[in-house]
């Protein structure tokens, strides 16, 4: 303990000071903004209090206010391996100050210095500021406007905000250091400011944007000037109550002696059970407000940090003796300290109490019989005088028993142990390959159609009209059958008695979006219709966990939706297209309605000529580019068929069916989605047209922004082909045609040339001929760059040698190739072409075969022809009949 002097106030009392003080300063008190970056994938959490200004301070948004302060929750995951000593946390406050382009450095320091030396009562003498050498305003404002002695104020090289890449607003900062008496200091005579000792204690930065830094380092004056200014609560509080750590605050204290007193001990006889208490109170705070954000425990991302900091302090509580279920008390701790500032946390009481028990009854479950394999595992590894956890087992441990990997890494610190990281990495890879490529669902499909049966309440459809809707989870299913509830991770069946998704039905695929309730988010990836009022929802639980009976809110991905609506609604103008063009006795034949493309089958016992797509093609952009409105009619199956409406053959009906109209252009009997105009369905375009079976002919095709790609993407193609051959994309075809005419004239040429150096090669070869019993064998390895090229060769030497044999090796495009030729008068002495390959073959590890009189081997090996070929006259020599 230290003593400044300073009555005591509580760290809630110093919160709301800080924000009456700023207020009377004409500034907006705006509320913090969420642990959950608003806008910026990028960031996992939120950091500091400048995220939420830092649209004011570039200009892309306009500030409710040009003056404004804030208490924001921050959360960095970087520093939880680190918590459990007496200055570190993930969770914290930041008490801050803003001017967008308002006041700059003198008010700022003014009221900096007014806050703590009246408002908090801290010593002025007590006060260090710190500013960087070049700043001569801050300096000056310092020592001739606030009255600090110069040996107060120091310079130091850090004080400058820099940009966050090589190009951006940046400014030189100030801060103020508050010095808490010698017998914290290291003793050093060069002690002060800046010092690693917690003798002088950074309290308060103000930051001033001035500067944009240019590519080339060199710095230009805003037109603009901003003020950032950051301060943590904890620490402040730790100054106000003369405290030597920020532990030792109420902020922290409430929730320590609580567990302290639940567990039996007492913080501050034994430093082991002081770090596990410390841990325990910060990770609850932490995980009591990303909760309350709306942050639920996963596997990824921040729901991973949710779940590791919530296991830690789990593991924690095990450590001093709560065996017992104790995180829901630290929590109702910080709800009733907090939730007037923050009324999320009151709001969301139920919820995050919900989750912070199933997490710990969860993993509670597996702790134990983890740690003891742990370290079971440590104590084997050591006898073995190994000093690496393989990273089969570290996954084991997270697969089985739930351990997050850096909990792992920690306990493994603990036993001076290290871990095969990528090895467990490969592991988690191998899961996650298997999840992808198994479908956990359809393999088991037949076994699932009486468990279907079964289910009750069925399923009402609402996706017509909305694109989100609240319903009950009827049932919860795995790949084995049905669940209580469903883990983060965990691939599961969902059915809701209300749901917008719909199910892949009449050729249209199934909708994806996400199922959320309280505790837990579902990512749904497939939507079935197993029975006519049954929907199937199937995906991952991706947060969380999902219990069956629970209310759940469904959403889905409006976006793919809208493509799928778009395609579908085409299908029926490409129907009507199609009869135009070729006739009324083409019918649909089958069809996928998808987000990214389209395809529809139909009748045609005739091949469709491009002409006749290209008018199918602009029937159908006519009638997008008209903007006809779609309709949908319920009515009795019958009224409907006799309004014209077409039914498809094969199809079964009810006595009531839906018609969907465009106008006098369609009307067909369907239960997909569709677009309210066809407007909306975008450019057409036919990819492809061909048969798919007897008298059944497939167009696939794409609508709106994926019509647009490719066209853009053929338009981009023509323009630079235009480029390189130096003429208009209109003038492409003639020139094509000439570069095809001009090709084939030089391949023609090439053949002949080709034919020439046979020839020549053949009269060389020739002289090589050996002869054995009357028979003249041709036996080399020649150049070829095709098979062709080879038997052109071979053709010429038998045409030039009567009564031989032509054996002719080459190696084309990396593999061996042996050609064999007889001409007929030899083949009657019993010397046959088929023979001498299958003898040579082996030699190159091939196979071959053929007629007597011409064979051909390919093979493995090319090393192996020298031996092949200067085998064959043996090889002959014991075919011929005596």
Known sequence: MYDLGIPFMSGVEVRRKFIEFFESKGHLHVPSSSLVPHNDPTVLLTTAGMQQMTPYFLGLETPPSIRMCSVQKCFRAVDIEEVGDESHSTFFFMLGNFSVGDYFKKQSLAWSWEFLTEWMQIPGDKLYPTVHPTDEEAY????????????????????????????????????????????????RPECAPGCDCPRYLETWNNVFMEFFQNPDGSRTPLPRKNVDTGMGLERLVLLVQGVRGMYDTDLYQTIIQRAAALAGVTYGDDPGVDRSLRIIADHSRGSTFLIGDGVLP???????????????????????????????????????????????????????????????????????????????????????????????????????????????????????????????????????????????????????????????????????????????????????????????????????????????????????????????????????????????????????????????????????????????????????????????????????????????????????????????????????????????????????????????????YGDTVRMVSIADVSKELCGGTHVTHTGQIGPFVVTSEGSVAAGVRRIEALTGAAAVERILGQQRLLEELGRDLKVTWTELPDVVQALQERTRSQEREIEKLRGQLAAARSGDLLQQAVEIAGIRVVAAQVEAATKTVLRQTGDRLRDSLPGGVVVLGAVIEDRPSLLAMVTPDVVTRGVRAGDIIRAAAPYIDGRGGGRPELAEAGGKNPDGLTEALGAVPEIVASQIAV
């Not at 120091?154 to 905000?161: F, H, Q």
């Not at 801060?175 to 914290?184: C, S």
Request: glycine letters at 10%; charged letters at 25%; hydrophobic letters at 35%.
């Open 298 to 652: 996963g596997n990824e991302g921040r729901s991973y940090v949710l779940r590791r900091i919530l296991r830690r302090a789990i593991r924690q509580g095990r450590l001093i003796g709560l065996d017992r279920p104790f995180l829901g008390q630290m929590a109702e701790i910080v709800i009733d300290q907090f939730g007037a500032g923050y009324p999320e946390l009151t709001e969301r009481r139920g919820q995050i109490l919900k989750v912070i028990a199933y997490e710990e009854e969860s993993f509670g479950r597996t702790l134990t019989s983890g740690m003891n394999r742990l370290q079971a595992l440590t104590a084997e590894l050591k006898e073995q005088g190994e000093h690496t956890i393989p990273g089969e087992e570290v996954f084991r441990l997270y697969d089985t028993y739930g351990f997050p990997f850096d909990l792992t890494v920690e306990l493994a610190r603990e036993e001076e142990m290290e871990v095969d990281a990528a090895g467990f990495e490969a592991a988690m890879q191998a899961q996650r390959a298997a999840s992808r490529s198994a479908d956990h669902f359809k393999d088991a499909a037949r076994n699932r159609a009486e468990l279907y049966a079964g289910i009750q309440p069925r399923t009402t459809f609402l996706g017509y009209e909305q694109e989100r809707a609240e319903g009950t989870i009827v049932a919860l299913l795995g790949p084995d059958g049905p669940l209580e509830q469903g883990e983060a991770g965990q691939n599961v069946e969902v059915v809701l008695d209300r749901t917008p998704f719909y199910g892949e039905s009449g050729g249209q695929v199934g909708d994806s979006g996400w199922i959320r309730t309280d505790t837990g988010v579902i990512r749904i990836d497939d939507t079935r219709k197993p029975a006519p009022d049954l929907f199937v929802h199937q995906g991952t639980v991706a947060e969380g966990f999902i219990r069956a009976g629970e209310t759940a809110m469904a959403e889905i991905d409006a976006q793919r939706r809208q493509e799928i609506r778009g395609n579908h609604t085409a299908t029926h103008l490409l129907h009507k297209a199609l009869r135009t063009v070729l006739g009324p006795e083409t019918h649909q034949a089958g069809s996928l309605v998808a987000p990214d493309r389209l395809r529809f089958d139909f009748t045609s016992l005739d091949p469709v000529t491009p002409d006749q797509v290209e008018t199918i093609t602009g029937l159908v952009n006519h009638e997008i580019t008209a903007d006809i409105p779609v309709t949908t009619e319920i009515k009795p199956y019958k009224e409907a068929v006799a309004e014209g409406a077409m039914a498809l053959f094969g199809e079964k």
């Open 140 to 187: 000056e404002i310092w020592r001739d406007v606030i009255g600090v002695p110069e040996e107060r104020i120091t310079k130091l090289e850090d004080n400058w905000w820099g940009p966050v890449g090589a190009t951006g607003p940046n400014g030189p900062d100030s801060e103020i250091y508050v010095d808490r008496g010698e017998a914290l200091g290291c003793g």
